[in-house]
C-alpha cells in the first residue's frame, strides 16, 4: 500500500521554527516530485514548495521563500520541510503529496496532478 506520513507539526510561537517530516512507505521516492501543500482554515489549499526527484531542483511559494526550506533524503524515502521565522499566517494543515515524474514545472502553485496525498500534520503559530 503506498503512502504518505507528514509529521513534526505542532504549537509554535510567531518567530519559532519547525521541521515536518514525510515518509513514504509502499513505494519508492526515487522517481517522484514532492510537494507541500497546506490549508489554512477557511481558506483554499496553497502549494508551499516542491522538490525534484533528485533534490536538484526546488521551488517556493512567495509567501515562504527565505523563510522555508526543503529538502529529501530518498534512501530514508523522506522529504523535510523546515520552517523557519514563522508567522501566524503559517497556521494550516500540511500535506505532502507525489508526482510521479522527475519534476513537476508547475509546482508548488498548480498541485492538481499530485497522485499521492499524506493525511496531513497541523501547524499552529500562536503566542
Known amino acids: 500500500q503506498l503512502q504518505l506520513v507528514e509529521s513534526g507539526g505542532g504549537l509554535v510561537q510567531p518567530g519559532g521554527s519547525l521541521r515536518l517530516s514525510c515518509a513514504a512507505s509502499?513505494?519508492?521516492?526515487?522517481?517522484?516530485?514532492i510537494g507541500w501543500v497546506r490549508q489554512a482554515p477557511g481558506k483554499e489549499r496553497e502549494g508551499v514548495s516542491c522538490?525534484?526527484?533528485?533534490?536538484?531542483?526546488?521551488n517556493y511559494a512567495d509567501s515562504v521563500k527565505g523563510r522555508f526550506t526543503i529538502s529529501r533524503d530518498n534512501r530514508k524515502k523522506t522529504v523535510y520541510l523546515q520552517m523557519n521565522s514563522l508567522k501566524p499566517e503559517d497556521t494550516a494543515v500540511y500535506y505532502c503529496a507525489a508526482y510521479p515524474k522527475t519534476w513537476y514545472n508547475l509546482c508548488p502553485a498548480t498541485f492538481s496532478s499530485y497522485n499521492y496525498w499524506g493525511q496531513g500534520t497541523q501547524v499552529t503559530v500562536s503566542s
Open positions: 509502499g513505494f519508492t521516492l526515487d522517481y517522484y516530485t
Open positions: 522538490i525534484s526527484n533528485s533534490g536538484g531542483v526546488t
